[in-house]
Nanobody, 121 residues
């Protein structure tokens, strides 16, 4: 069984910074792409950023220049450094990973439980 556990959320003032972490654990053979999504109240879940195993990144336009995604493959962990936070960044943040488990025949998507980020004005 593979689990993703996020941490690092909290309450921060506008203009502040937070760093989210997402650690994968369990019987893991390999992790391909890792993602951060977010879902604000009353809105659909949206992709924030992604990173391949080789380090290629992509960002939503709304966070470009403010957020940075990076990963530590040795620790099976992905991070999201969030700077210059705005009230509209308030949301539940989820990580997702394409994982090949120990007894799996193919990669599968695994989601974390989410961590709440609240940005006050």
């Amino acid at each position: 069984q593979v689990q993703l556990v996020e941490s690092g959320g909290g309450l921060v003032q506008a203009g502040g910074s937070l760093r989210l972490s997402c650690a994968a654990s369990g019987s893991i053979v390999s992790i391909n792409v890792m993602y951060w999504y977010r879902q604000a109240p009353g809105k659909q879940r949206e992709l924030v950023a992604s990173i391949t195993r080789a380090g290629t990144t992509n960002y939503a336009d709304s966070v470009k220049g403010r957020f940075t995604i990076y990963r530590d493959n040795a620790k099976n962990t992905v991070y999201l450094q969030m700077n210059s936070l705005k009230p509209e960044d308030t949301a539940m943040y989820y990580c997702k990973a394409n994982v090949l488990g120990g007894k799996w025949s193919s990669y599968a998507e695994v989601w974390g439980q989410g961590t709440l980020v609240t940005v006050s004005s």
